[in-house]
Nanobody
Framework: QVQLVESGGGLVQAGDSLRLSCAASGRTFRSYAMGWFRQAPGKEREFVAG????????YYADSVKGRFTISKDNAKNTVYLQMNSLKPEDTAVYYC?????????????????WGQGTQVTVSS
């Protein structure tokens, strides 16, 4: 079993920054990649960013390109999401998830473990 714990969410104003963390633990943890998703009230969960563990290849949703940066610390089994220039439309619960193999970043079906989520609220 793998446990994912997100942290770093909070209430900020538009234009502010936050850094989310996702720490993985449990059985010998090794997956192909990690992804960040978010779900706003009344909306479906959507892909935000992803990173591969080995070479650090990254991928972003168009809505966050240039504002969000995903990174990793292999030694700590931790992935980060640096969010800058936050907008009210970024308000959502943010989840991290592990992907055991390559596939479409957007497809939630390739992710096998999910965290409980951390709330990000951006006020205007």
């Amino acid at each position: 079993q793998v446990q994912l714990v997100e942290s770093g969410g909070g209430l900020v104003q538009a234009g502010d920054s936050l850094r989310l963390s996702c720490a993985a633990s449990g059985r010998t943890f090794r997956s192909y990649a990690m992804g960040w998703f978010r779900q706003a009230p009344g909306k479906e969960r959507e892909f935000v960013a992803g990173i591969t563990w080995s070479v650090g290849r990254v991928y972003y949703a168009d809505s966050v390109k240039g504002r969000f940066t995903i990174s990793k610390d292999n030694a700590k089994n931790t992935v980060y999401l640096q969010m800058n220039s936050l907008k009210p439309e970024d308000t959502a619960v943010y989840y991290c998830a592990t992907a055991p193999r390559s596939g479409s970043w957007y497809s939630q079906g390739i992710y096998d473990y999910w965290g409980q989520g951390t709330q990000v609220t951006v006020s205007s």
